[in-house]
Every structure is written in C-alpha cells, then in structure tokens.
C-alpha cells in the first residue's frame, strides 16, 4: 500500500500486473491490469480508433496512413484490409460479418470483412462524423424500408439504427438496412461520440462538455443533459446501470492534463489528412535520361456550396531528372481529397526501379553479368555490351577471370544528380560455365599446362 505523494484519501495498490485506485471516503475504485497480449504488428503506423465485437472474437481498428484492418482478438490474425480516408470512428455489426466506418470526408460506410468490399455509403452529411455507434431498434420504431435490396454479404443489418456524431453539432439516426434518416437532433456543439444505453435510450457527448440522453422515438426534447464541466467529452461506454465518459481537462493554468484528442472544436476540427503515399515505377532507361511523368488520379473536390461534394480526375506532372534514385520523392502538396473542415493531404510518389533485363543498379553504378566459358575465362575475349543510351561497346578483357573479377568500365553507370554529365562506372562481374565432361586425352593435355609440377 503506497500513500506518500497522493490526494487525501487516495490509495494506490500495486501488484505485478495490476493497479488498483481506491478511495475509500467516496466508496470508488478503479483497477487498471496488465496487458494480456499485444499484437506489434497490425499496423505500421499509429492506432486512431479500436472496436472489438460483443462476442469478444473480431477486432477491428485504423491508422494514420488510411487504412481498417479487420482481425482476431485471439491472435491477432489479419482478416481483411479496407482503405477509407480519414477514419475517425469504428463499429462491428452483431458478432462481424459486417463493420461500419466514419470518416472526415463526411460519409459513413458499411463494409464486408470477408471480402474487404465496401457495401455502401450508409450517409453522406457533408460534414465530419466524428463518432458512430450501431444498436438494436425498439419494435415500435419505423426504421423505414431499403430502395433497393440489400446485398446478400450484407448481414444482421436488419432492425438496427446507426447514430452518427457530427462536427456541425447535430446528431443523427439512421435505419442501418434503410438508409433512411429517422431523426436530427441539434446539440450545442460539435458532436464527439455517441452510444446505446438501450433500444430506446442514447448518449452524445459534445466538444464544450454536454452529454445528451435522449428518447430516439421523440428527440424533440432531451431525456437529461448532463454538464459536469466544460471539457471536450471524447468518448461514451455504458457501464452496469449507467455510464463511463471520458473527457479532456484543463489545468487552472490553461495547461491540458492529457494528451490532445480534440482541438478547437470537435474531433473533426480543420486538421490535415495523413499523406497519401504510392509508388512510381520508372525504368532504368527513364531515369538514365530523364522523363516526364503524367498520372491521373480522382479525387473528392468540393461544390461551391461547400457542403456537397464530386469526384473529379486530375492529371499530375512529373518531371523525372536523369541521375533519380530509388526512394527520391516527389510531393504534391494538399492534392488530397477535400472536405468540410479537412486540409487535404498531401499525396507523395516514391521512385522505384523497375527491373532491367540487363543491368542492376548500385548507387550511381550499373552491375552487368557476362556469361562466358571457362576458356574465355583463362585466355580471355572481348564482351559486347548494349549500354543504356543505345551504344554498342567492345570491352575486351585481357586478365584471368577468377569467380570473384570484376571488370570497371569508368564513366559507363548512371548520370550524377548534381552533374549528369558526370557518371559512374559499369561493374561487369562474370559467369563462368564449366564443361560437364572432358575426355581423357583433353584432361591430360590440361593437366600438363595447368599443373607442370604433377608431370
């Protein structure tokens, strides 16, 4: 039992793999245990939002780089890979044939984890969801009808409403199946986070601290607001009879006493999206040379009314200098997807080298392979090699070739990216192909040059 250091009346607890915080005039407690398993390798790149199903088997979660991978809590085995941009929030359908995404492009969407497909844009609205949350229907609400029927890999869909927590201070309901709206409940700010108490009875957290209970068949009047301070709420779980939230608090200073998670509005406040990162392909020739580069990419650009927005194709430029490597990047600033309060990402082509029938690349050298006989090999010849820019050279090799030779031709690699017209050198390294037989008079005649002293 350690007291030193705390409030009045706090007392910490610590064992190996747990921490228990008691205190005991409020008769509260709160116990943090060790972690059970980590799984180090479902994302490369940091963690934005988790779920796990209700049955405990099915995590789903998402990265700064885009991406929702869809994974066994048991293992940690990858069972589908999905890309939305800007993911803010998460939700497993049921026990996860189906998960739901929300994004700050302002759409919501159903997806399919066997396949990784996409099922449909359950709502578009325009703005940022920054928190969705899935639950049953009572009996008594209308979640109205589909227009057209749902996909067979759509599953366990059916009687269920989707709230959706939006950056324009409203709350909505959706029919999961329906994609009909059934309610907008305006808040007095930007919408966090929202969950289920029942088949009736909701929450939603707002950015300046109100949390909303309401009745989801009459949302004209809230149930209850409860304001315990003015601190960002930034996540809802229902606990036994009631509820746990989670909120960002100030110091009297000003000073945040945890880590940032919203910013001067919601969670969906202007920020940059993460960059969009791919790969650009260039042959040997190309980058020898240099070349220009034109690839169209479709984007999300946003209509004048600044609410609705169109898919567009754009055409990219790039100029390819001769002496590129492998790795140079070439960034195009805010070329992202737009959206309301969204600064788009930048999108980055990294350079790859395509591989070449001939040569392979080392820094600002060319490694070349000839294939010659073990005679060439100790009597030497004379090698034709087709260089880069279409010459013809005739290198003759007048040494030894043992298995580890290796001829330089100066100034025969690639250009200098500082001065092309400076280059590198073209390194010929050698295969030698041995006879599979020799007959006896040949080997004796070999013996006798090549080894005089057995004679």
Known sequence: MIQSNQPEGVHLLIKQKSILISCPHENV??????PYTTFPRIHQKSVTCLDISS???????????????IWQAANGEIRGLCFHAGILDTAIVDRGRNVLSCSRDGTARLWDCGKSACLGV???CGCPINGIAVGTANDSLNLGSPETPPSEREVGTEGKILLLAREDGKLQGVGLQSRQPLFLFVGSDAFNCCTFLSSTSVL?????????????????????VIHRSGAPVLSLLPYRDGFIASQEFFAEDGSEVLPPFGGPRGRGALRKDPPVIRDLYVSLEDLFHGCTKKIKIS?????????????????LTIDVQPGWKRGTRVTFE???????????????FVVQEKLHPRFKRADNNLIYVASIPLGKALTGCTLDVWTLDGRLLNIPINDIVDPK?????????????????????LLIYFDISFPKSLSPETKTVLKNVLLPEER
């Open 29 to 34: 407690s709160t116990k943090f245990l060790a």
């Open 55 to 69: 049955g405990g088997g099915l995590g789903v979660s998402t990265s700064t780089d885009g991406t929702m991978k």
């Open 204 to 224: 939603a957290g707002t950015q300046d601290g109100n949390i909303y209970q309401l009745d989801v068949r009459n949302t004209n009047t809230p149930i209850q």
């Open 122 to 124: 359950i709502a578009d």
């Open 405 to 425: 030779y290796c001829k330089v031709v100066p100034g025969e690699g690639m250009p200098l990216l500082q001065d092309p017209q400076c280059k590198g050198d």
């Open 334 to 348: 805010k070329e992202g997807d737009q959206g309301p309060n969204v600064i788009p990402a930048d999108i980055i």
């Open 299 to 315: 984007r999300r650009v946003m209509n004048e009314d600044g609410l609705t927005s169109t898919i567009r194709d754009k055409i």
